[in-house]
């Protein structure tokens, strides 16, 4: 068997690549990080991890699924004691999960996801949400010291978005019934579909779930979905309780550490205070009531905590998809294919750089960008969400956000995970493609990181179901723009958006309903607006194109439900009818959010660039010039939307293609790829990737990982079965002679 070879010398051709960048790359993995501070404290613990051959990732491809979860929940054990070994945990309540360094921590596992996972990214804020105090302070102690593991069990067999249809019942009992101070309730799945189904951390791990039930009073009545802490297994044992059935839903596409399980409930009977009492309760006698002293601000901190997931979500999609840009990319610039021109003395055939195809850049560098771009804004609804919930506990109602503004951030959030995770898990499975051959080895490192984030598409809301709720929210734009009088009315309704990112459609909208004669397109002799590629005209010219495609596209909606309704359908009926558009219009909602957020970092940063992490003119520079790319793309993407109204010409979207993105921006951007992939910093830890790793050498990272197959070093198929076939008769032919095969039993054994 051939021997691993490591070569620590870096290729010729991705060192060449490094030295034509013209930025500091250390400055942009520092904007990336948040900090120069944060850079340092993520390499510290990064080093913990890397370091540690406990957490080994290299034979994770060769293992069974229950290996990997066994090996995983090794890895759990490990990594809780160096959060404790290392400092990692809230000083006052000593609650690992609530330190500032936990979830920084996790990442630098990077795919190699904690069967825990579900405990602190739900289960705990769950509690926290929703949880009175008296069962916060028990609950929570309980989950500290780890005696608790929960899981979040709202998703069924037969009911996944349309929450209100779950089918579990939480049913009230007396204490005279049950046997339970106070009462209790029955925590039961009437039917097959009602079974607890896609939960993570359910499966095997987990000793409690918070239930999502129909709650049921003591009078019969129902009050909707509630939430009730269901204990699951025995916490000494890990034995089921009584009336519980849970076990894994089997192998998945990917993510195959964690258990994802399904759970179902033969009455089973929970204390009353089971239920989670901050905002509703039932009493001893079965009544039930909302609570009492609850301000209406609080009351929306469990909502707008419920959000937290969705925003990391968005926040993950861009160091996802960079993941994947930064494999295909560095394997782009080795392999070579096809042949340049033979040089002037005939002497030589070079091939070529795969990159420097205009094909593979225009199927990558878009990515790319919006890998930044993604990041970014994933970062600014981090902050955002932040700035709500600090607002809503307030003491000062003025302080509060509107209504408005929580209707405008829900449809943000919903709008950019259905756009951010399809765009990623597309844009990774492209990077993947786009290695050709190599591309489908488990070894390139793109197969397992597109099988695992495909599932982003589809938890915390379907990406082609989201965006209902976003144009729910953004069509009551469209009668208070219609209202509208004269300009001191139109500034009173954008002061009232003024916080929201919806604020941009109010011009848009307001000039297509009171001047919809108006050409707000360009003409052919416009086309040289295009020709210089700076702040001052070019992001406001993007912005404006993306803005006028949004606003057009939400009235067309608006019409179209109108025309249906007029026509005799059902309110109902129109709005299924209309589904397609709304898809569309939520995709442009989320790239002008996108654009313009990005456009605000980077003018933030060249205007005050102060700080920790400050940028140069070159680093400023580059990011510009993804930003156009981005935006340029996106256009001629989706140029019938523009040449349906004449917005653009077909002249004008050719002219963008051919002589803006083919011409100046891609050749840019394609001089200084690798030290925007490298900006990302990503270990070969985490890339896990033969095609990806820092120093290159593809060829022969291929071969040891062929090396490294189990198979390899294994004859037991040849004893078994081949041998048999090579030197037995089970040959119809031998020669020129017919074998009968049934005339020579027991040669196997003769052998």
Not at 474 to 498: D, R
Not at 517 to 522: E, I, T
Request: some cysteine.
């Amino acid at each position: 068997m051939p021997v691993f070879t490591t070569n620590t010398t870096p290729n010729a051709d991705l060192e060449f690549e490094r030295k034509k960048t013209t930025f500091d790359k250390t400055k942009l993995t520092n904007l990336i990080n948040g900090s120069v501070k944060k850079t340092l404290r993520r390499n510290e613990l990064r080093a913990i991890i890397e370091s540690d051959p406990i957490f080994s990732n290299t034979n994770n491809a060769y293992m069974s699924r229950t290996e990997r979860h066994i090996s995983a929940l090794k890895k759990t054990i490990h990594f809780l004691k160096l959060c404790r070994k290392h400092g990692i945990y809230n000083k006052e309540t000593g609650e690992i999960t609530q330190h500032d360094d936990f979830h920084l921590f996790v990442y630098c596992l990077c795919d190699d996801p904690l069967p825990i996972a579900l405990h602190y990214i739900m289960f705990l804020p769950n509690i926290r949400a929703l949880g009175d105090d008296e069962q916060q302070r028990e609950w929570l102690r309980e989950c500290r010291d780890w005696n608790m593991i929960g899981c979040y069990a709202q998703t069924e067999l037969g009911h996944g978005s349309n929450i209100r249809a779950l089918e579990t019942t939480a049913t009230f009992i007396s204490e005279e019934k049950c046997g339970l101070k106070g009462g209790g309730f029955i925590i039961h799945s009437p039917t097959i579909t009602s079974t607890k189904f896609w939960p993570g951390t359910l499966g095997k791990t987990a000793n409690h779930a918070m239930v999502i039930a129909q709650l049921i009073d003591g009078n019969g009545k129902n009050h909707g979905i509630h939430n009730f802490l269901v204990p699951l297994r025995c916490q000494k044992t890990h034995k089921h309780l009584p009336g519980v059935t849970t076990g894994d839903i089997g192998p998945k596409l990917g993510y195959n550490n964690m258990d994802n399980g399904y759970a179902s409930f033969n009455n089973v009977l929970i204390p009353r205070r089971n239920m989670a009492m901050r905002f509703a309760t039932v009493n001893e006698n079965g009544v039930y009531s909302k609570t009492k002293n609850v301000s209406e601000a609080t009351s929306k901190v469990s909502y707008i905590t419920m959000m937290d997931v969705r925003v990391l979500i968005i926040s993950d999609s861009g160091l996802a998809l960079a993941r994947a840009c930064t494999i295909v990319l560095r394997y782009s610039v080795q392999r070579r294919q096809g042949y340049i021109e033979e040089d002037t003395n005939n002497t030589t055939k070079q091939e070529q750089q795969v990159l420097d195809y205009t094909m593979q850049q225009y199927r990558l560098l878009p990515l790319l960008a919006s890998s930044y771009i993604f990041h970014f804004t994933g970062r600014c609804a981090k902050d955002t969400l932040t700035n709500m919930q600090q607002r809503l506990l307030s003491s000062s109602s003025k302080d509060h956000p509107t209504k408005i503004e929580m209707q405008d951030f829900h449809a943000t959030t919903s709008a950019l995970k259905s756009f951010c995770t399809t765009v990623s898990a597309d844009g990774i499975e492209d990077c993947r493609k786009a290695c050709g051959g190599h591309g489908y080895l488990v070894s390139s490192g793109l197969v397992e990181l597109s099988n695992t984030y495909l599932s982003n598409n589809t938890v915390e809301g379907d990406n082609f179901m989201l965006p209902q709720h976003v144009v729910k929210v953004l069509l009551k734009l469209i009668p208070a723009v219609q209202s509208i009088e004269n300009k001191h009315q139109l500034m009173k309704l954008k002061k009232m958006y003024q916080n929201c990112n919806s604020c941009y459609l109010i011009d848009p909208l307001h000039d297509m309903i009171h001047s919809p004669d108006s050409n707000s397109g360009y003409s052919n002799k416009d086309v040289d607006i295009f020709d210089e590629l700076n702040d001052d005209t070019t992001i406001p010219f993007l912005l404006k194109a993306f803005a006028h495609r949004s606003a057009r596209l939400l009235l067309q909606i608006a019409k179209s439900l109108q025309d249906y309704i007029m026509s005799g359908k059902t309110t109902m009926e129109a709005w299924n009818l209309s589904l397609i558009h709304m898809h569309n219009a939520s995709q442009a909602h989320s790239l002008y959010i996108l654009l313009h957020n990005f456009h605000a970092l980077i003018s933030s940063k060249e205007k005050n660039n102060i700080g920790d992490a400050p940028l140069g003119t070159n680093e400023v520079h580059i990011l510009k010039q993804l930003g156009y790319l981005f935006g340029y793309y996106w256009i001629h993407k989706e140029k019938g939307d523009y040449l349906y109204d004449n917005y653009f010409t077909s002249e004008q979207i050719t002219y963008m293609l051919q002589t803006i993105i083919i011409h100046k921006l891609l050749p840019t951007i394609r001089t200084n790829v690798i030290g925007l992939v490298d900006a990302w910093d990503f270990s070969d830890f985490q890339l896990k990737s033969a095609l990806g790793n820092y120093n290159g050498n593809v060829y022969q990272e291929i071969m040891n990982s062929s090396y490294r197959e189990p198979l390899n070093h294994s004859d037991d198929g040849y004893v078994q079965y081949l041998r048999e076939l090579i030197v037995g008769d089970v040959a119809v032919w031998k020669g020129n002679t017919v074998i009968d095969a049934t005339q020579n039993q027991g040669v196997q054994s003769k052998l």
